[in-house]
């Protein structure tokens, strides 16, 4: 056992982290869990000695730090943590409500930072550990319609991902932003998938790429979520894991098309961007 992690996984109790969950235990991996219904938890993931469930209410940070000190108490420490929950939202930036839209924020981003607040003073007295935060290939690319808020904050979460790695690095402490394509789970479900309350009807290419993901793309994915499970757990026994970390094919194109682009506009405009110091006066 002395050589099996204790894994802190937000968001259990269906899609990637209930694989995720499952795949550990079967390994001999302990596992403290989190969902907002410990029943619906354990009942998807049965009995197990290694196995933690716990409920939690990640924007509360007091909720968060019982569920720290709950799984410090029974299993010692926490060596591997990933931020998983979270749910998407799809409607055009004016249709969605500043309500809606810092909602999206509260869970996606907040509730992550919450995490990790509360983990860090644990591994810093351990010097050891590894923070995975799943943010999206929509948080390397913003060009799809109507995801312009879930893609900031998936943006957000790469982005304090970086400066976290920089950060924890002296603690012997790791970071990775994890960036799937599209993986067969239920993110594409009516409880997953929040949509406007206000839809405006010009929004055409909005309302077409709604109806696409909810009607076409769901539940014909081509990411097996087990698959991209086994490249994390790979990770995360890796010496030399990955400050990005991109997940299917379908994510790699996107990327290599983002990073083509902006070498391109880069290029384009790099005489007239970079004049741009103050003229060096001559003696």
């Not at 509730?111 to 003073?121: A, D, E, F, T, Y």
């Not at 996107?254 to 902006?262: G, M, P, R, T, W």
């Amino acid at each position: 056992m002395e050589n099996k992690k204790v894994w802190f996984v937000t968001g259990a109790s269906k899609g990637l982290g209930l694989t995720l969950v499952k795949k550990l235990l079967s390994k001999g991996n302990r596992v403290a869990a989190t969902s907002r219904s410990v029943n619906d938890l354990s009942k998807a993931v049965g009995d197990n000695d290694n196995f933690l469930p716990l409920s939690v209410d990640l924007m509360s940070e007091e909720s968060v730090e019982t569920a720290v000190n709950k799984t410090i108490s029974k299993f010692g420490q926490v060596d591997v943590v990933v931020n998983n929950a979270g749910y998407g939202m799809i409607g055009a930036l004016e249709e969605l409500s500043d309500q809606e839209s810092r909602e999206n924020f509260d869970v996606n981003v907040f509730g992550s930072l919450n995490v990790i607040r509360k983990l860090l003073p644990q591994m810093r007295k351990q010097q050891s550990g590894h923070i995975f935060n799943i943010s999206s290939i929509g948080g390397f690319s913003g060009n799809f319609p109507g995801f312009g808020i879930y893609c900031a904050t998936k943006f957000a979460v790469a982005g304090f991902t970086e400066s976290l790695a920089a950060e924890v690095k002296s603690f012997g402490i790791k970071a990775t932003v994890v960036e799937p394509g599209y993986f067969r789970t239920e993110f594409l479900t009516s409880g997953s998938l929040a949509v406007p309350t206000n839809p405006i009807d010009a929004y055409k290419d909005v309302r077409d790429s709604q109806t696409a993901h909810q009607n076409d793309i769901n539940n014909q994915q081509p990411g097996d979520p087990a698959k991209g499970c086994d490249v994390i757990i790979a990770a995360a026994e890796s010496e030399h894991p990955p400050l990005h970390l991109f997940l299917g094919p379908d994510a790699y194109h996107v990327a290599n098309l983002k990073i083509a682009d902006v070498q391109q506009d880069m290029e384009t405009w790099k005489a007239l961007a970079t004049a741009t110091n103050f003229d060096e006066v001559e003696a």
